[in-house]
């Protein structure tokens, strides 16, 4: 079965300091892979993906992801974190079991909270 | 504001009653997602369409739930006989689907559903 998973629910970081957000999956053949971010009442925004390449993906907002094939995982990362990047952070694999509906699973996301 | 746009934003209804959300997405976007989102959860996909055509559905979408897409531009969810269960936030993305390409999901605000 396809499926991301996020393993902490809550990430918690000093302003100016790097920050990871961790995301694995579980998919067969090669993963389509992308981060979105939800801040409170907005919906989802894109932030990066990653299809073949090069495994450092740079996004918006200064945000990167690495993805580790040997590790199955794809966590996003930021330099420097600001106050302002706290929100909900989800990581999605596109499911190509049926073809090509370009439908997304989700994980569960994970809480980002950047203290001052 | 030229992004994916939801209405309304927030629907209260009693058990029982009918419901509709309509989503605009981006403009010469040929495929339109739903998905459902609970509280601490990520987005579920409910239903796609390329163009006017639905192509999938999820085993989420029972019988009470329809949507359309005519002539392919905006979509509407409609939910017959509202339960409880049915509280969510119904999410809105759309794509430019082109051959050879993997596409981006951009996502409206959301409908909070709200069944008393």
């Known amino acids: 079965a396809q499926s991301v998973a996020q393993p902490e629910d809550q990430v918690n970081v000093a302003e100016g300091n790097p920050l990871t957000v961790k995301c694995t999956y579980s998919?067969?053949?090669?993963?389509?892979l992308f981060w979105y971010v939800q801040y409170p009442n907005r919906g989802l925004q894109f932030l990066l993906k990653?299809?073949?390449?090069?495994?450092l993906v740079k996004g918006s907002y200064g945000f990167e992801a690495e993805f580790n094939k040997s590790q199955t995982s794809f966590h996003l990362k930021k330099p420097s974190a600001l106050v302002s990047d706290s929100a909900l952070y989800f990581c999605a694999v596109r499911d190509i079991r049926s073809g090509n509906t370009g439908k997304l699973i989700f994980g569960q996301g994970t809480t980002l909270q950047v203290k001052p | 504001d030229t992004g994916v746009s939801q209405n309304p934003r927030h629907k209260i209804t009693k058990r029982g009653q009918n419901v509709t959300f309509r989503c605009d997405p981006i403009?010469?976007?040929?495929?339109l997602y739903w998905y459902r989102q609970t509280l601490g959860q990520g987005p579920e996909f409910l239903t796609y369409f390329q163009n006017e055509a639905q192509l999938e559905k999820s085993r989420l979408l029972s019988d009470r739930f329809s949507a359309e897409r005519p002539k392919g531009s905006f979509s509407t969810l409609e939910i017959q006989r509202t339960e409880q269960g049915d509280s969510a936030m119904y999410l809105c993305a759309s794509s430019f689907r082109r051959e050879g390409y993997t596409d981006t999901q951009y996502f409206g605000p959301g409908t909070r559903l709200t069944v008393l």
């Open positions: 403009s010469e976007h040929n495929r």
């Open positions: 990653y299809i073949t390449g090069d495994n």
């Open positions: 998919v067969s053949g090669n993963p389509y």
